[in-house]
């Protein structure tokens, strides 16, 4: 009987706030070490949080946004343990009751949509950063991240490959994103995930897990998953037994190695935060909260499917961020007549350009207006498709006007018959035994012929006259 | 004037007949002259107390006075305050010094109070003698062989030697009321997230408030009306917090239609027979006010001791764990490494006593031993407010003895912690239920102070008041001075 991996995670997701959860310090990234500071989130004595309530109300949207239930009464913890970049010996989370229970993602899989639970989200705070390398004998700490907010994203152990597991932390990266409720930059560390991965026969139990720690990279947890379901069934092939244990992903070495087992695992003495009163919202303001949604990937996916007649995915590539897709529609709006056609120029022409210059759309040189009155030019056989490809270069690197290019390059396409039967008669003339041969029955010729004209014309002979011409004059 | 009440003093720097600097300097001088018998104060600063008073005197020539102008008040060592030293008498903040002043003290500064300086107390607030101080014990100015009472001992000690007309302590299982009605004053301990905790050093965050020690009902009631207010620094302070007339309040002379509960398990075999006497004959005074004493029973106040010492512990023990030696206060020399940083320099900067309690409260959370321990503890604090809740269906306020012996001699308890927390016994449910309670003067046992308590429903300060206040009107126990330290030095 064949292996089959299960995979739970857990995101944490930095909230982006001003100010952090439970003082007023700036969130500000990349500041000087420690300048973000103030004696609640130094853990000086006497001092005391207060929660920063942005923070609720964005993460109540994310649990909206994954179907979720909202407890209209959560409370805060406090998890327990020495380390010196956190300030106060425990850090503040919610364990007993988070804010949110229960939601689920929908990913695509090759045999169609699955369902993936989400058991709870809760809110937490951010420890600081240690320092180590280049010093010697002692250790720096900021202190500049202590009190971030964080959103702890648990999932139920729903996934059976890693392949799963990246379809769904894409998916919650871009519902995420959507949402606004993070940078979820995964190289600063705003998206981070730890994974715990077992291994059993299909039908069996649970097999032991492990969990691997604080991963930022898609390409990482997906090679640290593989590596460790690996890992495990080696061990259990081999008659031996898998240990419990955090691990940590090497993604130098490409190989994983043990942090701490579970006999050496935290006793976080989790208990109540009496500092902080239960965390009470009504519904008329989770209500608010949800009249206040943003439309999500799969909404506008289907949207862009149903209602612009993309194929699945093309919907995918335009949906995959809100400004990308808000560009598409911009871009329909002003060239209604042709939605896919849009989409092909968008996501072929425009977003590889865009690529090569290391840009996204929200840096585009080039407006959806402008891209439009491309398109219309095309429509109206001012210019032919291959022709719109060169003007697009040119917009993209003058920012000049579509039409002021066409008039300077003298692009103009020529639907003129006489133009094009001179052309056409000059080609004819200059390659007599092609136009024999082609007589002669080698119909494969007419390609090379229309190729010959469009050279001829610079490209501007409309290529549909070409063809009717050459016909009938070919005879 | 050094025994004079806060309102007294008032009058006459109203009045014009003395300045804050006369007053001020009265005060120095008795401290200056009887600290060294008390241990009252740990940290003085006369310059700093000078030109606060200069200031106040100035303020006053151009303003109104505020409502504490120049009024000399001391305050416990859990206090952050920005001028001078914080140590919560404890080695484990040497060196610390404040950047930043507790709500509370910048309500008192905004009044125009003078600060007078820092009171010794239990380290960390962890003591029912005042023994338990890194800065050594204090002697009660009743009998210097005796034990001022704990954790606010040095401000009991200091109010009752008359080295300041009043002082600040914090109440966490009777922390005011005690040494308050061992040393002969009255202590009022607010309903819970009436007083900001703001800046004032945690030692158990679900029980811990501020209040006043002082001579009478009336300057507590001052006091607290300037102490109390919603802050929003403070996520337990209460908004919106049913408020009153403070010192309307106090001007109740009789008890007529008050119906006083007397609950049976706060006379109990094995407490002092003179205390119990004189709480009996306190009774008796308000019952000729014009009250009705009503038998009752708070049948769970049994459990109420230990339930506390598994809940404060636990919020101790993870509120103690900021002292890590790596931001401020003591770090051991040399450490090794990291751990060897964190237990040297925590078994160097804690007593035995905080050891205790953080080690109890790490047991009582850890895993496997929570449910036993302060999930039952929480459920026994539930029942304990219910009986509360119950008894308060029939009964306005509830009157008990402070504590059930009068003050004891130094030493004597301090190797049977057990017994020592038995000191606390009548206290530690006000706490445990969030209520507020008021300790004050109502007799001698073995001619030491006698503490009457009253307990009232929360956020009903004013009958506590009311009550106090009337039995206060037709007795003179809070006359009466510690003749040691009475008529020498200090008169102006």
């Not at chain 1, 380390?83 to 425990?90: E, I, S, T, V």
């Not at chain 1, 579509?402 to 039967?421: H, N, P, R």
């Not at chain 2, 109070?113 to 009171?119: M, P």
């Not at chain 2, 459920?379 to 269906?393: G, N, Y």
Request: hydrophobic share 40%.
């Amino acid at each position: 009987m064949s292996w089959e991996m299960v995979i739970g995670l857990e995101v944490h997701c930095q909230i982006n706030t001003k100010t952090k959860a439970f003082c007023g310090c700036s969130t500000e990234f990349g500041a000087e070490p420690n300048s973000q500071t103030c004696p609640v989130c130094l853990g000086m004595p006497g001092q005391l949080p207060v929660l920063n309530d942005v923070a609720a109300k964005k993460t109540i949207l994310t649990g909206l946004a994954i179907n979720a239930d909202i407890n209209l009464e959560s409370k805060f913890d406090r998890k327990n343990y020495f380390y010196p970049d956190l300030p106060k010996g425990y850090q503040i989370s919610q364990f007993a009751v988070p804010i949110v229970e229960g939601g689920y993602i929908d990913i695509p899989t090759p045999n169609g949509e699955k369902r993936l639970g989400v058991t709870r989200i809760h809110m937490e705070e951010d420890a600081g950063k240690s320092m180590h390398e280049g010093l010697d004998a002692v250790s720096h700490i900021d202190l500049n991240r202590s009190g971030i907010p964080l959103m702890e994203i648990v999932s139920e152990p729903d996934m059976r490959s890693a392949d799963e597991a990246i379809a769904y932390l894409k998916q919650l990266h871009q519902i995420i994103k959507f949402l606004g409720v993070s940078g979820a930059d995964m190289e600063k560390g705003q998206f981070r995930c730890d994974a715990n991965v077992s291994v059993r026969r299909k039908g069996e139990p649970f097999g032991t897990r492990t969990e691997m720690k604080n991963m930022n990279s898609f390409r990482f947890i997906k090679q640290a998953i593989e590596f460790e379901a690996l890992r495990q069934i080696e061990i259990l092939e081999d008659g031996g037994e898998v240990k419990q244990e955090s691990r940590l992903w090497d993604s130098v070495k490409n190989e994983s190695r043990s942090m701490r087992s579970k006999e050496e695992a935290h006793d976080y003495r989790y208990f109540p935060e009496p500092d902080l009163p239960p965390l009470r919202v009504t519904q008329e303001e989770v209500d608010a909260i949800q009249a206040g949604m943003p439309e999500l990937p799969n909404q506008l996916r289907k949207r862009f499917e149903t209602e612009f007649g993309l194929s699945a995915y093309d919907a995918d590539v335009l949906t995959q961020t809100q400004s990308l897709a808000q560009w598409y529609e911009a871009l329909v709006a002003a060239h209604p007549a042709n939605p896919k056609q849009c989409a092909n120029w968008l996501a072929n022409e425009l977003l590889g350009r865009l690529k090569e210059l290391n840009k996204d759309i929200t840096e585009s040189p080039i407006s959806a207006k402008g891209l439009a009155s491309l398109l219309d030019r095309i429509a109206d056989n001012t210019i032919s498709g291959k022709i719109a490809k060169d003007v697009l270069d040119a917009m993209m690197e003058s920012g000049k006007d579509v039409d002021v290019i066409i008039e300077e390059k003298g692009l103009k396409q020529v639907s003129d018959t006489g133009a094009i039967d001179a052309m056409i008669q000059e080609v004819l003339d200059a390659n007599p035994g092609q136009v024999e041969a082609y007589k002669g029955g080698q119909d494969r010729l007419f390609g090379f012929f229309v190729g010959q004209v469009m050279k001829a014309s610079k490209g501007k002979a409309n290529p549909a006259m070409v063809n009717q011409r050459l016909k009938e004059l070919l005879g | 004037m050094p025994f004079s009440t806060l309102t007294d003093i008032q009058a006459k720097l109203n009045a014009g007949e003395i300045t804050a600097v006369q007053v001020a300097q009265t005060y120095l001088d008795r401290i200056a002259k009887y600290n060294d018998d008390l241990n009252a104060f740990v940290h003085i600063d006369p310059e700093n107390v000078l030109a606060q008073a200069e200031a106040s005197d100035a303020y006053r020539a151009e303003h109104e006075p505020r409502p504490l102008e120049g009024l000399p008040i001391a305050v416990k060592d859990i206090f952050c305050t920005q001028n001078g030293p914080t140590r919560c008498c404890s080695n484990i903040l040497e060196g610390f010094e404040a950047p930043y002043d507790a709500h509370v003290i910048t309500r008192l500064k905004e009044a125009g109070a003078v600060l007078v300086g820092k009171t010794n107390m239990d380290e960390f607030a962890m003591g029912s003698s005042n023994e338990t101080s890194a800065f050594g014990g204090v002697q009660n100015p009743w009998n210097t062989d005796c034990i001022p009472g704990g954790s606010s001992g040095g401000s009991a000690a200091a109010v009752a030697a008359a080295l300041t007309p009043a002082a600040l302590g914090t109440d966490t299982g009777g922390s005011i009321r005690q040494p308050a009605s061992l040393t002969g004053l009255v202590g009022l301990k607010p309903t819970y997230g009436r007083v900001s905790r703001r800046g004032i050093i945690a030692f158990a965050s679900s029980l811990d408030q501020a209040g006043p020690m002082t001579r009478t009902v009336k300057d507590a009631a001052l006091l607290t009306s300037i102490m109390s207010g919603h802050d929003a620094g403070d996520a337990t302070s209460v908004a919106d917090a049913p408020s009153f007339d403070w010192l309307e309040a106090c001007e109740s002379k009789d008890m007529k239609g008050l119906k006083i509960g007397k609950p049976k398990e706060y006379f109990i075999d094995g407490m002092d027979e003179e205390v119990r006497a004189q709480v009996e004959a306190a009774l008796a005074q308000c019952e000729e006010l014009g009250a009705e004493i009503v038998d009752i029973s708070l049948p769970h106040t049994e459990y109420a001791v230990a339930a506390y010492y598994v809940i404060a512990p636990s919020e101790a023990s993870t509120n103690l764990s900021r002292y890590d030696a790596v931001r401020f206060g003591h770090r051991c020399d040399n450490p090794e490494d990291l751990e060897d940083m964190y237990a040297r320099s925590r078994d160097e900067g804690f007593g035995a006593e905080v050891k205790r309690r953080i080690l109890t409260g790490t047991f009582a959370l850890s895993s496997g031993y929570y449910d036993a321990y302060y999930l039952k503890a929480q459920q026994v604090r539930t029942l304990i407010s219910q009986d509360f809740k119950a008894a308060f269906e029939q009964v306005d306020v509830i009157a008990t003895p402070t504590s059930p012996i009068p003050a004891f001699k130094s030493g004597e308890k301090t190797d049977d912690p057990l017994t020592m927390y038995l000191s606390d016994i009548f206290t530690i449910a006000v706490n445990l239920a969030g209520l507020p309670g008021l300790s004050q003067p109502c007799g001698f046992a073995q001619d030491l102070p006698v503490g009457l308590q009253w307990i009232a429903p929360a956020w009903q300060e004013d009958k506590i008041l009311a009550a106090a206040s009337a039995y206060e009107s037709a007795t003179d126990w809070h006359t009466k001075t510690a003749s040691a330290f009475a008529g020498k030095g200090g008169e102006s």
